[in-house]
């Protein structure tokens, strides 16, 4: 394991706001009077240093948000309506075709997320880099990421590495990570000090790899658009239950079923309800059947071509929280 230099601040000892002008006073100073860009998901992370950092520079700051089409329902729009509230401006690049192609055939998950780094970093984001004219690079890299690459759990998060650049050398590009002291925790109590709303510091875990990490098999438009549904359905039903994470998975395998008094052969969806602290371990949240029964009443009814719906009652480990 590589030995990790960042000093790291505990989530008890972090006072947000101190560290707030503090992280200002440094993207100031790093960014001069030139031009940074950063890339929003919608997730924790990149939302906080979004806001930090236009807190920081203001126009000197451009902000993106890859629609890379395996996102949930309307989640570009909506995420770019919400930092509009705020007064910040975000410009939603369509990438949709260039992840479909990228994704088009792929069954291993390992390739499917190999597809979706090299998609993002080096053909989209890659390109928006380069043409941008930015010195700087925000990234909400957090201390976990950090020690999770150092110790061979995650890929390599580092964007430049990723694009196989050294961006001093060959741009004077400089990455500013202001959260990479920070764990989830701190971010969360950062972002609430920033005066995001808490359905942004406080959404459940959802992964980098997007819906592409719900569907077995090869990702298409088509299921993309199952599995979106069925997210939406999980994700409103499961909202008051006090989970950790809940998710809607597609199969690849299709089971007999009937509609219309006819057989059919219809696709199968498994929901997943997780109880955990940190997601290193993990166990189904037991849910209640009368909650299960509705989940999958409204799956099968809105969702015509799923016929069969699962609940998993494994545990992490042996199971991940994922399925792909
Ligand atoms: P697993 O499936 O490994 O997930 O038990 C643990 C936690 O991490 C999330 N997860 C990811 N997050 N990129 C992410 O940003 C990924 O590739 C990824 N894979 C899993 C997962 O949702 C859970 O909270």
New binding site residues.
């Given amino acids: 394991m590589k030995k990790i230099k960042i000093k790291g601040i505990r989530t008890e000892a972090l006072k947000p706001k101190e560290f707030i002008e503090e992280k200002i006073r440094e993207l100031k100073e790093a960014v001069e009077d030139g031009l940074a860009i950063n890339a929003l998901s919608g997730g924790v992370d990149s939302s906080v240093v979004t806001a930090l950092g236009h807190r920081a520079l203001g126009k000197q700051l451009k902000t993106y948000f890859i629609d890379n089409g395996i996102m949930r329902e309307n989640e570009p729009r909506k995420v770019a309506a919400i930092f509009k509230g705020l007064g910040i401006p975000i410009t939603i690049v369509d990438a949709r075709a260039d992840f479909f192609k990228a994704l088009k055939g792929v069954a291993d998950p390992e390739e499917k997320?190999e597809a979706i780094t090299q998609t993002f970093y080096r053909n989209v984001f890659g390109r928006l880099v380069k043409k941008s004219g930015a010195r700087s690079l925000l990234q909400g890299t957090i201390l976990t990421d950090v020690e999770e690459t150092a110790a061979g759990i995650k890929r390599q998060h580092n964007v430049f590495e990723q694009l196989g650049i050294d961006p001093q050398k060959e741009f004077g590009y400089r990455i500013l990570e202001p959260l990479v002291q920070i764990r989830k925790d701190g971010v969360r109590k950062v972002g609430r000090a920033l005066g995001l709303p808490a359905s942004v510091f406080n959404r459940i875990?959802?992964?980098?790899?997007a819906l592409a990490?719900r569907v077995i098999g090869e990702v298409t438009p088509e299921k993309i658009r199952l599995v979106r549904k069925a997210t939406s359905i999980t994700e409103e039903e499961l909202g008051s239950v006090k989970a950790f994470?809940y998710m809607a998975i597609l199969h690849e395998d299709r089971v007999t079923g009937m509609r219309s008094g006819k057989r059919r052969f219809g696709f199968q969806i498994e929901i997943r309800c997780w109880d955990s602290v940190d997601?290193r371990i993990a166990k189904p949240t037991r849910l209640s059947w009368q909650k299960l029964e509705s989940l999958a009443g409204r799956v099968v009814e809105e969702i015509p071509e799923v016929v069969s719906v699962t609940y998993n009652i494994g545990t992490?480990p042996p199971s991940?929280?994922?399925a792909v």
């Fill in positions: 997320r875990p959802f992964p980098g790899p990490a994470q997601a992490k991940t929280i994922e």
